[in-house]
């Protein structure tokens, strides 16, 4: 019965959505307010079917409701419960049903905004209603995860065993969040495209959107290269897989968009630059879906391919972003482009970060889907693998992250390029010294990582003489600048930590070339070496939990000699999908990670065994963690904060303009 | 069992993560890393994504001594490449070679990056005209045709 009633609220969701849809839009071009009123009930409406629909999944996942198909392929009842909940999103129909919860999650979230202009509002809910509709209409038609079963088997099937994880239970939700995030912002540009005015309201009311999206992107994708490095058992946390590239896609786009829209914002200028980002990031967000989801291009992630879902998809993708581009082709022309642009600014400088990071991006996507595309046109197949992504994004990556302490000095409008980079001279001097104290320390070090550690403290360096720069000159009390500092905007906080995060990324990154691996088959009461440490395996186990068998190999840590704890690693073995896992054993030492993969046991009593030393390897995902909480911090400056009076917005303008031309 | 793809950001210096058996392992060291970095450019056949380097597969594993056999008797690197490249096709290629077929594929980037720039600093040349110059007649006709439309418009912000 509850299953029936989660079908029912998820049809329900598609009445209500076309509710959404079309009076909102009619109100706004009859200008009938009563109308255009009635867009945020019904995109609460909608959310709230859809939570229901999704409790109802949830639930039958809970007690193991095997009468319905979904929960028979997915699940088994002696899963451990968070599993179990997290395996209503570890398949193809759950994740798409948990789509559309989030899509209409932000579409309830603007609902409640009180800030937005009326129109506004009211055409950016109808566009993201056009967008439910369409998926909605994707899972009732091919993908019903309500489906029932008769008669009911007695168990399940399982969940994918690498599915099983607390990775589940948090990458796909954060991911989602990001990904469908930006669906807001393309319903602001398409809003902007059908009424033909886009100004700074515009850009001011996007950009919390575009930021909250970026920042749930950043922490899925960090999770889900986290979870990748410890599940997949050999220590590679980035894999330039397709699934891979179509979130980082939206990633790439997406940053450029969050800088593009401060532009706007500020110098009113980039508009229709920044509405086609818009577009364009949204649409990677949805290319990704289709390629994940339609199975062109295998992946681990693709749970199910099916042609006519992929037919399906293509037809959304088709739909929504030709028809935006037909949208922008016919309507950009007639924007108003304002602004005096001089090449040494600061919006310069965010123009040279759009052209890189848009480079990068179309670089990403061309590799991703050449060689379907040249296997379509002429039946050649190759590959595209990692030392092409190498080869091609890092050339990109690296002027992008010299020039950011640079861009992030200039001032607006004129920006001084000797003045700044005399400000910088210090962080430039302070990362030189360091990176050859990393180089003197270590000796056996590659040339390009030493580069790498050079960028990545010069990021560092330069985001911390931003703020120092900022609210400290010479001569003046510690405690005035701290007071100053503590006064700057939010804003400026939020890019002096996201770029500082970036070196930290770019520390952790460089730091995997002084990694040292060693293989070797270990019988027990041997030990294998790597880097400082020393493991002696103590024994191997069998047991048996939930629904694998696992061997447990148990090692002694030693460093010096002297004991330092210890560590398990295993293999595990998964009945009733007949799959086998590794469970890396971890420790972490500092900022370094001792990772033990296991292989093949062999004849005489020994385990193939995987042993990593990886210094500073965590950099990478802390590195991710400090960028994300940037991207916080600028979405609760004042200007920003939704909800925030005029009033409050006035006061504050005045000291963001007057800092640059103090310091 | 699929395994996605290996990725090291410097993977040709770095010592890249892999499903080498322990009894696959040359005795010269040398000549073991220089077979890594080859495992690593080729692709597991029967894999979804994944390099020789990275795959439990048998057939990665035979891939993998085939490559120590060809080292040991004297093949450069390039010699292996080819000589695999021969036997199973481009496909097994993970840096696609540059030729006519890939022409696009390898040139893209540096294209996109040009005229991209070329886009940016004719917008940017065209900011710094805009403060010069003052507004040519056509383009005065235009900025009133636009103002008089948003004076038709209801301001609504």
Redesign the interface.
């Known amino acids: 019965m509850i299953v029936e009633l989660g079908h029912y609220a998820l049809t329900l969701a598609l009445g209500l959505s076309l509710v959404q849809w079309v009076l909102p839009f009619w109100g706004a071009r009859a200008?009938d307010s009563a109308l255009m009123a009635m867009a945020a009930p019904a995109a609460l409406g909608t959310f709230a079917a859809l939570m229901t629909s999704f409790a109802a999944l949830t639930w039958a996942y809970v007690v193991s409701d095997f009468s319905v198909l979904n929960v028979v392929e997915n699940s088994h009842s002696m899963k451990p419960m968070i599993y179990k909940i997290s395996g209503v999103w570890g398949n193809h129909e759950g994740s798409m049903l948990l789509w559309v919860v989030i899509l209409t999650l932000f579409g309830a979230l603007v609902a409640l905004s009180r800030t937005l202009?009326?129109?506004?509002k009211a055409l950016t809910l109808s566009v993201q209603a056009s967008v439910t509709i369409a998926f909605l209409l994707f899972i009732l038609l091919t993908s019903n995860p309500f489906t029932r079963l008769d008669p009911a088997p007695f168990e399940g099937r399982d969940l994918n065993p690498l599915l099983q994880d607390i990775g589940l239970a948090v990458h796909p939700p954060l991911l989602y969040l990001g990904y469908v995030g930006f669906s807001i912002s393309f319903a602001f540009a398409v809003a902007a495209l059908i009424d033909g005015?886009i100004?700074a309201?515009w850009a001011r009311a996007a950009r919390p959107w575009t930021l909250t999206a970026w920042v749930f992107l950043t922490l899925g994708i960090s999770m889900g290269s986290y979870w990748?490095y410890y599940e997949?058992g050999?220590?590679?946390?980035?894999?330039?897989?397709?699934v891979e590239n179509a979130s980082f896609m939206p990633w790439i786009a997406g940053t450029a968009l969050i800088h593009s829209t401060v532009v706007m914002e500020k110098r009113d200028?980039l508009k229709v630059w920044t509405i086609l980002l818009a577009i364009v990031t949204f649409s990677l967000s949805l290319i990704g879906t289709f390629l994940v989801r339609s199975g062109v291009l295998?992946?681990?992630h693709a749970f199910a391919t099916d042609p006519e879902r992929g037919t399906f998809i293509l037809l959304i993708l088709i739909f929504f972003i030709g028809g935006s581009l037909a949208l922008f082709a016919w309507r950009a022309p007639?924007l108003?482009q304002g602004?005096?642009?001089?090449?040494v600014s600061r919006e310069?400088a965010l123009?040279?970060n759009?052209?890189?990071l848009?480079?990068a991006c179309?670089?990403v996507f061309?590799?991703t889907l050449?060689p379907l595309a040249?296997e379509g046109l002429?039946g050649?197949?190759?590959?595209?693998?990692?030392?092409?992504?190498?080869?091609?994004f890092?050339p990109?990556m690296m002027p992008l992250i010299l020039f950011m302490p640079l861009g992030q000095t200039l001032a607006w409008k004129r920006g001084d390029l000797l003045g700044a980079a005399q400000r910088l001279i210090w962080a430039f001097a302070a990362a030189l010294a360091l990176s050859l104290v990393v180089a003197a320390v270590t000796r056996r070090g590659?040339v390009?990582?030493l580069v790498?550690v050079g960028l990545g403290f010069f990021a560092l360096a330069g985001s911390l003489s931003e703020i120092v720069t900022r609210s400290w000159s010479r001569g003046m009390p510690l405690a005035t600048a701290w007071r100053r500092a503590r006064g700057l905007p939010r804003s400026a906080w939020g890019t002096a930590v996201a770029h500082a995060g970036i070196g930290v990324i770019v520390l952790g990154?460089?730091a995997?070339?002084w990694?040292?691996?060693t293989?070797?088959?270990v019988r027990p009461g041997e030990t294998i070496a790597a880097g400082p440490y020393t493991l002696r395996l103590d024994s191997v186990t069998p047991r048996t939990q939930h629904t694998y068998r696992a061997e447990v190999a148990r090692f002694s840590v030693l460093r010096g000699g002297v004991p330092v704890g210890p560590l398990e690693a295993e293999r595990r073995f998964y009945a009733t999908r007949g799959?086998?896992t590794t469970e890396a054993g971890l420790m972490t030492r500092g900022l370094g990670q001792i990772y033990v993969?296991l292989?093949?046991p062999?004849a005489s009593g020994g385990i193939?065994v995987?042993l990593?030393w990886k210094p500073y390897v965590l950099l990478i995902w802390i590195g991710t963690l400090i960028t994300a909480l940037g991207g916080g911090l600028s979405l609760f400056d004042r200007r920003l904060r939704i909800g925030a009076p005029q009033k409050a917005r006035q006061r504050t303008k005045a000291p963001v303009a007057a800092a640059p031309a103090a310091s | 069992m699929r395994w996605l793809i290996g990725f090291f950001l410097v993977v040709a210096l770095a010592l890249p993560a892999a499903a080498v058996q322990p009894d696959e392992v040359l005795p010269d060291a040398a000549m073991e890393s220089r077979a890594r970095q080859i495992s690593a450019e080729l692709r597991c056949l029967v894999c979804q994504n994944e390099s020789i380097d990275d795959s439990n597969a048998p057939l990665a594993r035979d891939l993998r001594l085939l490559v120590r056999d060809r080292l040991k008797a004297g093949d450069s690197d390039a010699d292996v490449l080819d000589f695999i490249v021969a036997r199973y096709g481009e496909f097994v290629l993970l840096r696609p070679v540059f030729a006519a077929h890939t022409l696009l594929l390898w040139l893209a980037p540096v294209a996109i990056f040009l005229l991209g720039a070329f886009v940016a600093l004719r917008f940017v040349r065209q900011g710094r005209r805009q403060e010069a110059a003052p507004l040519s007649d056509h383009e005065k006709a235009r900025l009133d045709a636009v103002l008089r439309r948003d004076d038709a418009k209801p301001d609504d912000t």
């Open positions: 200008g202009p009326e129109r506004l005015r100004d309201v990748a997949l050999w220590g590679g946390w980035w894999f330039w897989d397709p200028a295998t992946s681990v007639m108003r602004g005096i642009f001089a090449p310069g123009v040279l759009n052209l890189l848009s480079t179309a670089t061309i590799g050449y040249l002429t050649d197949k190759i590959s595209v693998g990692p030392p092409y992504f190498e080869a091609t890092l990109i590659p390009l990582a790498g990154v460089s995997t070339a990694g040292v691996e293989l070797a088959v799959m086998a993969g292989g093949e062999d193939g995987r990593y």
